[in-house]
T-cell receptor, first 112, second 115 residues
Framework: DAGVIQSPRHEVTEMGQEVTLRCKPI?????LFWYRQTMMRGLELLIYFNNNVPIDDSGMPEDRFSAKMPNASFSTLKIQPSEPRDSAVYFCASRRVGTEAFFGQGTRLTVV | QQQVKQSPQSLIVQKGGISIINCAYE??????FPWYQQFPGKGPALLIA?????SEKKEGRFTISFNKSAKQFSLHIMDSQPGDSATYFCAASKAGGTSYGKLTFGQGTILTVHP
């Protein structure tokens, strides 16, 4: 099993640009989560999907953030426009019922 | 409002010593308490987890102690090794239903084990 795959691993972008982070969950997992990690706020859940349907997006900071899951094997997290305060490591995680959440290696985003 | 408080923020232990990390939660609906271990450049990975129907769970050198009445739980690492140096996160969630994987994390503890 390849685990949860995130891309890119590192992203540097200028303020105001659109950023798209990608995630491929583990095959057979039906829940997918996006987390953000910063020194100040720790690990925060942004949004999660069950069976490709968004269940809870209360952690999404503001309208500049959006997430989609068009099928069971792919999800995106988009920031438009990006701001320096969005700089963080973004993790995707997936699980199936009865198992723990497995995390990807993360995308380190730097907005300059 | 932070629902899981973790302490200490950092911990230095000598090889062979005991590392203890504590967490307290507020939401009484939580009924599943995992600990995650994170190495630099990696995502968090499940280390050990407990449900509140038991007061202690042990897996090798790692033990979770759980106090439901105090709403506290802790991780004990016995015979700490330099390879245990990592960031440790406690977390809490509801064990069932659609929110099963919705983990609320503590702030993390950076553990350094000196040789």
């Amino acid at each position: 099993d390849a685990g949860v795959i995130q891309s890119p691993r590192h992203e540097v972008t200028e303020m105001g640009q659109e950023v798209t982070l990608r995630c491929k969950p583990i095959s057979g997992h039906n829940s997918l989560f996006w987390y953000r990690q910063t020194m100040m706020r720790g690990l925060e859940l942004l949004i999660y999907f069950n069976n490709n349907v968004p269940i809870d997006d209360s952690g999404m900071p503001e309208d500049r953030f959006s997430a989609k899951m068009p099928n069971a094997s792919f999800s995106t997290l988009k920031i438009q426009p990006s701001e320096p305060r969005d700089s963080a490591v973004y993790f995707c995680a997936s699980r199936r019922v009865g198992t723990e959440a497995f995390f990807g290696q993360g995308t380190r985003l730097t907005v300059v | 409002q932070q629902q899981v408080k973790q302490s200490p923020q950092s911990l230095i232990v000598q090889k062979g010593g005991i590392s203890i990390i504590n967490c307290a939660y507020e939401n009484t609906a939580f009924d599943y308490f995992p600990w995650y271990q994170q190495f630099p450049g990696k995502g968090p990975a499940l280390l050990i987890a407990i449900r509140p129907d038991v007061s202690e769970k042990k897996e090798g050198r790692f033990t979770i102690s759980f106090n439901k009445s105090a709403k506290q739980f802790s991780l004990h690492i016995m015979d700490s090794q330099p390879g245990d140096s990592a960031t440790y996160f406690c977390a809490a969630s509801k064990a069932g239903g659609t929110s099963y994987g919705k983990l609320t994390f503590g702030q993390g503890t950076i553990l350094t084990v000196h040789p």
